[in-house]
């Protein structure tokens, strides 16, 4: 079932050879404004991309560890300089002294230099003949980070940050061979700058489902580290229980990464706080929890109208339908 899921994905590079020859790009806009929209969303080319952008790369990490050996190219290289760039905000912009313990409203103060420095910033990163995406991706690094009114982040914003990390793919920026990069490395500092976020200015998860809800504010790194164990020799998914297997393994697992993080921000029994999570302790091998993990995402997140609602459709990820 997972084989078959993950073969269906494209890569980036035939997505690149598809999206730009004859391209108008223009700045994309919600499509998605009530629940029977929805079958729209699902026919659409977007959510074909989207998915089989997700499905590629849990295909190319399975199996491996963060340490591994991969290449590091010059966009990725870039895209780790802007993240640390978000990330120098951060600190640029300390929270303030308010009644409220949460949603700082610093963290309105940090997104609007993002809103203002988005466009150059994905501008440096593009190819010289598609520099004229840059408005257009810029909108998916905006939807990323959170929403400046609720000051909320989910797992919406999560998918926002894949989709810019999916035209990125289809303009020729990022190619197939920065496919382990993008996970190990760009996606894993976003995680890390989402997460200093979250802490520095207290931000609410958005649409949080509680102790029924995978966890509070990502889905993505779950599945791509259930992926990253498939074939262990010895880990199987009941060790991430233990606390010293988290904190022996957590530098090279992605999915250990997000344990500690819940460890660290939650208090109390791990059952009664993340009980989706306890639940695939008990899974009996890794291949079931990640092909558990695509499925639950499809229905939790990819098909919920409060999380599409936001999504934003531009000539790169088309509300189009695709091909049945």
């Known amino acids: 079932m997972a084989e078959a899921e993950q073969q269906s994905g494209s890569t980036p590079e035939d997505e690149a050879s598809k999206a ?41 990490v399975k199996g491996k560890k963060l340490s591994c050996e991969y290449k590091v190219s010059e966009t990725v290289q870039k895209l780790l300089d802007l993240l640390g760039t978000l990330d120098r905000w951060i600190n640029e912009t300390p929270p303030v002294d308010q009644p409220s313990r949460f949603g700082n409203k610093a963290y309105r103060t940090w997104y609007s230099i993002l809103d203002q420095e988005a466009e150059s910033l994905v501008f440096a990163l593009l190819p010289e003949d598609t520099s004229a995406a840059a408005a257009e991706i810029a909108v998916y690094l905006k939807e990323s980070v959170g929403n400046a009114v609720r000051i909320d982040y989910g797992t919406g914003h999560e998918a926002a940050f894949a989709a810019f990390l999916c035209c990125l793919c289809k303009v020729g920026a990022l190619k197939v061979d920065d496919q382990l990069a993008i996970v190990f490395l760009v996606f894993n500092r976003y995680l890390e700058v989402m997460r200093k ?3 520095t200015y207290r931000m609410e998860p958005a649409g949080s489902q509680g102790v029924w809800g995978l966890d509070d504010f990502q889905f993505l790194p779950f599945i791509w580290g259930s992926s990253q164990f498939v074939d262990h020799p010895t880990l199987e998914p009941r060790h991430f229980l233990e606390e010293r297997v988290v904190d022996e393994q957590q530098h090279e697992y992605m999915f250990l990464e997000c344990i500690k993080f819940i460890n660290e921000m939650k208090t109390g029994p791990f059952a009664e706080h993340s009980n989706q999570l306890w639940n695939i302790s008990a899974v009996p091998s890794w291949s079931k929890v990640n092909q558990g993990l695509i499925r639950m995402y499809k229905a939790e997140c990819l098909e919920k109208f409060p999380v599409i609602q936001h999504f934003k459709f531009g000539s790169l990820l088309s509300i189009q339908p695709g091909k049945p």
């Open 20 to 60: 730009t020859d004859s391209v108008t790009f223009m700045v994309p806009k919600k499509e998605i404004s009530m629940v029977p929209d929805m079958g729209k969303w699902k026919r659409s080319m977007a959510y074909a991309d989207y998915i089989g952008f997700i499905l590629a790369l849990n295909g190319a």
């Open 197 to 199: 976020l979250q802490k």
